[in-house]
Nanobody, 125 residues
Framework: QVQLVESGGKLVQAGGSLRLSCAASGFTLDLYAFGWFRQVPGKKREGVSC????????VYKDSVKGRFTISRDKAKNTVYLQMNNLRPEDTAIYYC??????????????????WGPGTQVTVSS
């Protein structure tokens, strides 16, 4: 069974750091591109970052460039999102998902297929 499960979200103060994990089961990372998304109530789910396992290409939303880093651990079949210098506006439910295209040509949620249930990140000011 193909499954993604996020973890690592919690309450943190502004300026702090978190590392989110996305554990994949039922398939291996190598042929997929993975995206991290976030969503707050009443707003559209937005792409935060993407990692293509085919060529190692990474993509970041402008507001997180220089603060967030996406990475993978093939041995653990897990994708990570390291988040530094967190801001209150980073507060959201964070999701990971696999790209339908197998690469990072798009960071629109409609272009991603398998999704995890999400993990809550709350940044206090």
């Amino acid at each position: 069974q193909v499954q993604l499960v996020e973890s690592g979200g919690k309450l943190v103060q502004a300026g702090g750091s978190l590392r989110l994990s996305c554990a994949a089961s039922g398939f291996t990372l190598d042929l997929y591109a993975f995206g991290w998304f976030r969503q707050v109530p009443g707003k559209k789910r937005e792409g935060v970052s993407c990692l293509s396992n085919r060529d190692g290409r990474t993509v970041y939303k402008d507001s997180v460039k220089g603060r967030f880093t996406i990475s993978r651990d093939k041995a653990k079949n897990t994708v990570y999102l390291q988040m530094n210098n967190l801001r209150p506006e980073d507060t959201a439910i964070y999701y990971c998902a696999t790209s339908l295209y197998g690469d990072c040509r798009s960071t629109e949620a409609n272009d991603f297929g398998t999704w995890g249930p999400g993990t809550q990140v709350t940044v206090s000011s």
